[in-house]
């Protein structure tokens, strides 16, 4: 038996409240009609559920009471059912099995996660830490965890965890911190993902002494990058950005091979470096502008973000280009002069990961709160 709504997330928690009132754990495998629908019934310009059934004219009496929504639901998910009942299956959310559970690790404790940001760790029956994750919805990818029956790996750790600990943070960029610190101090076993891997920008002097940016593989080169990316398209197309705002030459940035000069001093957007004829001081100072900027032009900031609740907020401190620690200020720290923000910070001692973590965030984040002292 198959519990369905529309948003189902919602009202399936409301009746597993209800039921746990009275001392009935409530577990049914669900499905959502909003993503069955968005997946079987494409192009829609809204899958709310009031303008959905209008759209596909199915009569919607009593909206926002129990039954008039309740039967429009059906209405939907009978087209849904008849449209295409075999991806539907594959639609439906799984409820976890008890049984399936180590014998140390209650169903109710997955229960008791909250679905926010933050970082979480697995333990096996020895207090061995065998995995760290980070999410911005920790009790969803835990779950997920022991859904993922797709290899033989994940259905062995899923035997293995006996424990599970987490901690809220509210900040994305320091959940990514915390874990960066576990991985790095315990390597877990299961934390494959680990491993060296992705693409970064590197730069070297060339034999004529001009310097010289390139992408490369971080698990073929020994040295850090200076910032890093998950695939080596995403990598490419920085550099190319790099290039058109800094009047770069293409072939010293290894993005066309050629013997004279580059396509972009055909242009006139590059000084020709290319052909010896913007000189070595020249270039290399635009080269050293652009590292300086990526390494946070040696500023002393904050990276203020949300915290674990309401009360507070989340602080990332950068000294002087140096990742000097993270912590968490009540709402009216902003009262006080940002200099004094330090009694906040739970000091660390900076490596290359958390730079380029910290980084990485920062290119990414196209909107972030940050305080310049």
Sequence with gaps: MYFVAHNVAFDYGVLRVEFKSIGIDFRRSHLCTV???RQIIPGKDSYSLGKLTRNLGIALVGRHRAGGDALA??????????????????????ELNPTDLHPNLAIEVLDDIPNRTGIYQFFNEENQLIYVGKSVHIKKNIEQHFRNLKSDQSIQM????SRIEFELTGSELIATLKETELLKQHAP????????????????????????FYIGSISKVNEAPTISFSTKKEALSFLEKLVE????????CELEKTNGACFHYGIKKCDGACIQEEDITSYNKKCNAVIDGLNFNHSTLYIVEKGRDRSERSLVYIKNGIVEGFGFAPFHF?????????????????????RMTVKSYLRKKKELNIVYI
Excluded at 75 to 93: A, C, P, R, S, T
Excluded at 158 to 161: G, R
Excluded at 334 to 354: G, P, R, V, Y
């Design 334 to 354: 902003n009262s006080l002069k940002a200099k004094d923000w330090e009694e906040f910070i739970s000091f660390t001692k900076e490596n290359k990961d958390i």
């Design 245 to 252: 705002k800094n009047r770069l030459c293409l072939k010293l």
């Design 73 to 94: 639901t059906a209405h939907l998910f009978k087209i849904i059912y008849e449209k295409d009942k075999i991806n539907l299956d594959k639609l439906v959310q799984k």
């Design 35 to 37: 993503k069955a629908s």
């Design 189 to 212: 076993k299961y934390n494959r993902a680990f491993k060296k891997t992705g693409f970064g920008l590197f730069n070297y002097i060339d034999g004529k002494g001009y310097n010289r």
């Design 158 to 161: 899923q035997k293995e965890i």
